[in-house]
Nanobody
């Protein structure tokens, strides 16, 4: 049974930083894509970043240069370092996974496994 458990959310002021982590268990695939999505009330789920088995990353345009996704394959841990956070980035952040290569776009419909989410709140 695949489980994704996020941690690291919290409250920060505008310009601050947070580091999210996601631990995957029961995910024994040799090739996969893992990603981060976020959703705020009244809005659709939005892709933030993804990373494939080889460590190749892709980011949503608004977070490029500020967010960094990384993974520890041995520990099955995914991380998202978020710097220079903005109030409009307040949302629930979700870790996701799919046992195939990452696509060209951050499409939530491709991902079959989701964590429960961790709340990020950025105050102005």
């Amino acid at each position: 049974q695949v489980q994704l458990v996020e941690s690291g959310g919290g409250s920060v002021q505008s310009g601050g930083s947070l580091r999210l982590s996601c631990i995957a268990s029961g995910f024994g695939y040799a090739s996969y894509c893992m990603g981060w999505f976020r959703q705020s009330p009244g809005n659709e789920r939005e892709g933030v970043a993804d990373i494939d088995t080889d460590g190749i990353t892709k980011y949503e345009d608004s977070v490029k240069g500020r967010f960094t996704s990384s993974q520890d394959n041995a520990k099955k841990t995914l991380s998202l370092q978020m710097n220079s956070l903005k109030p409009e980035e307040t949302a629930m952040y979700y870790c996701t996974a799919v046992p195939e290569t990452c696509g060209n776009y951050l499409n939530p419909g491709r991902y079959g496994y989701w964590g429960q989410g961790t709340q990020v709140t950025v105050s102005s």
